[in-house]
Nanobody
Framework: QVQLVESGGGLVQAGGSLRVSCAASGRSLRSYAMGWFRQAPGKEREFVAGITWSGGTTYYADSLKGRFTISRDNAKNMVYLQMNSLKPEDTAVYYC?????????????????WGQGTQVTVSS
């Protein structure tokens, strides 16, 4: 079993930055891909970013490239999402997830464990 706890969400003005973190426990994540997803009210959960087990490959939703950066620290069992130039449409609950493989992909079905989420609200 893997437990994931997100933190770092909050209220930020449009154009601002925020970094959300995800702490994992219960198992080393060294061999597994991780990802961030988000879900806005009334919308489906959508892929934000993913990172392979080594951190050597990152991938993003096309609409977010250039503004969001995913990273990980395997020694600390942490994954991060740096969000810059935030827009009101980025408002959502952000979830981190762990895949059972070294590459999780962009579908929620590719991930086996999920955190409870952290709220990010961007005001205009």
């Amino acid at each position: 079993q893997v437990q994931l706890v997100e933190s770092g969400g909050g209220l930020v003005q449009a154009g601002g930055s925020l970094r959300v973190s995800c702490a994992a426990s219960g198992r080393s994540l060294r061999s597994y891909a991780m990802g961030w997803f988000r879900q806005a009210p009334g919308k489906e959960r959508e892929f934000v970013a993913g990172i392979t087990w080594s951190g050597g490959t990152t991938y993003y939703a096309d609409s977010l490239k250039g503004r969001f950066t995913i990273s990980r620290d395997n020694a600390k069992n942490m994954v991060y999402l740096q969000m810059n130039s935030l827009k009101p449409e980025d408002t959502a609950v952000y979830y981190c997830a762990v895949s059972g493989t070294s590459y999780g992909g962009s579908s929620p079905q590719g991930y086996d464990y999920w955190g409870q989420g952290t709220q990010v609200t961007v005001s205009s």
